[in-house]
Each structure stands twice: as structure tokens, then as C-alpha cells.
């Protein structure tokens, strides 16, 4: 598969003359083999040593577009995980309503939203953080349960009995004040500390 995949990247597509392809494996996906002969091929999994020739395989073919192999047209993307696929399928629904609306968008890695809008850019982690946003321009977004609370448990609410104690170990402006004016104040700093 390694020599195969190697073979057709060189072939199909037009990338410097000095680029080294080196592949760490190349597999198919884990996806039971087609019963039928006219079904769609199960995807190749390939994965670089370098991660700058996969970009650069990657822009190329998006160049290219038209890519085909044996007469079936050969698409190149990212190996993404099903729960970010399903996050990147959503953020695409709502981008395609926007340019419905004359209004351009774009969705950075993993699955924010930029919009540009008349006021400037505004860039949305998720798209529970942009649902109020995309209420007010009359677009739609499919957000689920999940996401909501993901949204709630990534928040700083959460915190841990170190950063409580560290928080508590702090000084407060007024004992940061006293020791500037105490230079020989060693003995009042061990005291504040319990030692």
C-alpha cells in the first residue's frame, strides 16, 4: 500500500520536484470491503513522516481538484475524527445559509466560525458561542445537547483544590505594599507564611 500510495502521489499530482515523499504507514479504513463492484472503494489511510509534505500534498490537490485514478475521481482530506466531522458537517450547514445571505464565512480548525461582517471579523469557538450572533442575521444553527454542555464544562467554573490553595498563598495589594517598604522583612515574611 505504502509503495501504491507513493506511486500515485507522484503520478496524479504536481508537486516540486524536490519534495520527498516519505510515508510512516498507508492503509485501507476500517470500513467492511464493498459487496458490490459499482459501490465506491473503502478510503485509504495515509500518514507522513513529515507533516510539511502533507500540507503541501494536500494544497496540491486542492489545486488540482480533478484528480482520477483508473477512471474514478480520487479525493483528498483530513483524517478526522467521527465526533469532529459531525461538528465541521454542522458549521458547513451554517456557513452555506450565510451564503445564502451574501455574507461570507469560513471554518478554521477544528470547528470555529469566522464571519466577516460589515462591523469586522468575528471569530466563534463553537457555534453555541455564535447562536445569538447567527439568531440576529436570521441563520439557523443546528447545535446540540452535547455541545451545550461542553460549553459549560470547559469554562473556568470549574477549579481545582490546588488552585484554591495556590489562590489562597497569593498577597493581597496591602501586604504587597508592606513588604516593598520592609527590606529586612524575612522574619514578618516566614511569620505570614505559618513557618
Excluded: C
Excluded at 505504502?2 to 516519505?22: M, N, R
Excluded at 459499482?38 to 500518514?47: D, E, G, K, L, T
Excluded at 458561542?129 to 441563520?139: D, H, P, R
Amino acid at each position: 500500500m505504502i509503495s501504491f500510495i507513493t506511486a500515485l502521489l507522484h503520478t496524479k499530482l504536481k508537486v516540486p520536484g524536490d519534495t520527498e515523499i516519505k510515508l510512516e504507514r498507508a492503509h485501507r479504513a476500517l470500513a467492511p470491503k464493498p459487496k458490490e463492484s459499482s459501490a465506491p472503494p473503502r478510503s485509504i489511510i495515509v500518514r507522513f513522516l513529515d507533516f510539511s509534505v502533507k500540507q503541501i500534498i494536500l494544497q496540491q490537490a486542492w489545486k488540482q481538484r480533478d484528480i482520477e485514478f483508473e477512471g474514478q475521481r480520487v479525493y483528498f482530506d483530513q483524517d478526522y475524527s467521527p465526533d469532529l466531522q459531525g461538528k465541521r458537517k454542522r458549521v458547513r450547514e451554517v456557513i452555506q445559509q450565510l451564503k445564502e445571505k451574501n455574507i461570507k464565512a469560513q471554518s478554521p480548525y477544528p470547528a470555529q466560525l469566522k464571519l466577516f461582517l460589515a462591523t469586522g471579523v468575528r471569530v466563534f469557538p463553537t457555534l453555541v458561542e455564535a447562536q445569538s450572533t447567527l439568531k440576529e442575521l436570521g441563520v439557523d444553527a443546528r447545535i446540540e445537547e452535547r455541545d451545550i454542555l461542553e460549553r459549560e464544562l470547559t469554562q473556568d467554573k470549574w477549579s481545582t483544590q490546588e488552585n484554591r490553595r495556590r489562590n489562597q498563598m497569593q498577597l493581597n495589594p496591602t501586604d504587597r505594599k508592606y513588604m516593598k517598604t520592609k527590606r529586612d522583612g524575612m522574619f514578618w515574611w516566614w511569620g505570614q507564611l505559618g513557618m
